[in-house]
């Protein structure tokens, strides 16, 4: 038997965790993310659920590899001061390890489903990826010429704080005006964003992407995403009318669907790139 990964997808809303061996999903729940300030009824949480999949299966995690929404502060191993979840910090690495006695690897959740979609399609000769995932905030992740793109903090991929309207008044959960986060994500929805707005500022914000990274491809996922309010061949045609022209690129539903982000933080602990080998060791 192959090494034995707990998997989570830690996000705004919603928390997933699977139990994987051999690239193989042994078991898998979802529960609410508790929107308690005390960021530590989180961590609770995401504990009791990895004790429920080791009850259900049986076997005992080698390492638990946790996809999180960010930012993540990876020398302290916490999250602190994400824009959309009332704590102000939410502890994981250490909090983790000391109660289970299980190491704890750390992922931004966008970069995470980057490289599984990236890894999907670099059979087909893929080697520039971006990953857009539109929940509760929208989250980017990108891959180019082959490399998960990480950074010296590990957020060099945080582009859904772009500056998509100067004119805006709306303040984004980070605390800055006219970000695409603020206009165009679940969290905009719910608080009344026209919808002509918001689609012109994600359309504006994915031209901005493109212009960045240069994918060959972008592929979207995220619980607003597949809420049905998107439709990706109306976007495409919205952001051609800002992008380079002849420089757009494909654009594509996850094929791991929900679950890429709990996907790539599994292959990030059999199969770590030397950026998540060098933000995880301290």
Not at 112 to 141: F, P
């Amino acid at each position: 038997m192959g090494r034995v990964v707990a998997a989570v997808d830690l996000g705004a809303s919603r928390t997933r965790a699977a139990l994987y061996v051999d690239r193989e999903e042994l078991a898998y729940i979802v529960s609410d993310t508790p929107r308690s300030p005390n960021g530590a009824a989180v961590t609770f949480n995401v504990m009791r659920m990895i004790e429920e999949l080791v009850h259900r299966t049986g076997l005992s995690p080698s390492i638990i590899s946790i996809a999180s929404i960010g930012p993540i502060n990876y020398k302290s191993g916490n999250v602190e001061n994400t824009p959309n979840h009332p704590a102000p910090l939410i502890p994981l690495r250490s909090f983790i390890e000391e109660r289970l006695n299980i190491p704890v690897l750390l992922l931004n959740d966008a970069v995470a489903g980057a490289w599984a979609e990236y890894n999907y399609r670099r059979s087909h000769g893929v080697r520039d990826l971006v990953y857009i995932a539109i929940g509760t905030g929208i989250g980017v992740g990108a891959v180019v010429s082959g490399r998960l793109l990480l950074g010296r903090r590990g957020d060099s991929h945080e582009a859904g704080h772009i500056v998509v309207d100067l004119g805006s008044s709306v303040r984004c959960g980070c605390g800055g005006i006219g970000h695409l986060e603020a206009l165009a994500s679940g969290r905009a929805h719910r608080e009344g964003i026209p919808y002509s707005m918001a689609r012109r500022a994600l359309a504006a914000g994915i031209a901005s992407i493109i212009a960045c990274y240069d994918p060959e491809v972008i592929v979207f996922g995220g619980g607003f995403y597949y809420s049905g309010l998107i439709d990706l061949k109306e976007l495409a045609r919205l952001t051609g009318s800002y992008a380079f022209q002849g420089r757009l690129p494909r654009f594509e539903e996850a094929h791991y669907g929900d679950k890429a982000n709990l996907y790539g933080a599994y292959l990030a602990a059999i199969r770590p790139t030397e950026e998540i080998l060098r933000l995880n060791i301290w």
